[in-house]
């Protein structure tokens, strides 16, 4: 999840503020070629794995009967989901649609084409980057909660006093 987030906020906060600032077939060229490279079987992992596991810990919280941790844990998926939902109703057909516009050098209004693209990437992108590290952040605070409530659930040790 934290892998997630972190790729997120890399393209809010400096891939497209980057991208924005150079030219419309730059940044066109450059988009086409990102979107092709993403698609890898390492962001696959990254991107879908980390709901899996969610859920995974989600069950075994419930299982271990903490509450607390599991509610934590449903936040975390929750806001995920919506990750996903804005990437696959939004970022998707956007990233389809700029690549089916064809090369660069041969788009006829590339200033519409990177205008139709630029703005509602963006304003989801920092959607889905916020949704997805605040998701981390759930799940980083039901590590914390299960970190203190499964120590205390341990049973005592017995307690050797040595002579010196």
């Given at each position: 999840m934290g892998l997630s987030a972190g790729l997120l906020c890399a393209f809010?906060?400096?891939v497209m503020p980057g991208l924005t600032a150079a030219d419309d077939r730059t940044l066109v060229d450059a988009m086409q070629q990102t979107i092709d490279k993403i698609e890898n079987p390492a962001f696959f992992v990254i991107f879908f794995g980390a709901p899996v596991l969610a859920a995974v810990?989600?069950?075994q919280?419930?299982?271990?009967?903490?509450?607390?941790?599991?509610?934590?844990?449903?936040?975390?998926?929750?806001l995920y989901t919506l990750t996903l939902v804005v990437t696959f109703t939004v970022h998707v057909p956007l990233n389809y649609e700029l690549k089916e516009a064809g090369d660069p050098a041969r788009i006829e209004n590339l200033a519409a084409v990177r205008d139709d693209f630029v703005s509602p990437w963006i304003a989801w992108d920092i959607v889905r980057t916020l949704?997805?590290?605040?998701?981390?952040?759930s799940l980083t605070w039901a590590l914390v909660l299960r970190g203190c409530t499964g120590r205390a659930e341990q049973p005592q040790r017995a307690r050797r006093h040595v002579r010196g």
């Open positions: 809010t906060i400096a810990a989600f069950f919280a419930r299982r271990a009967g903490s509450t607390k941790t599991a509610v934590w844990i449903l936040a975390g998926l929750a949704a997805a590290t605040a998701a981390f952040g």
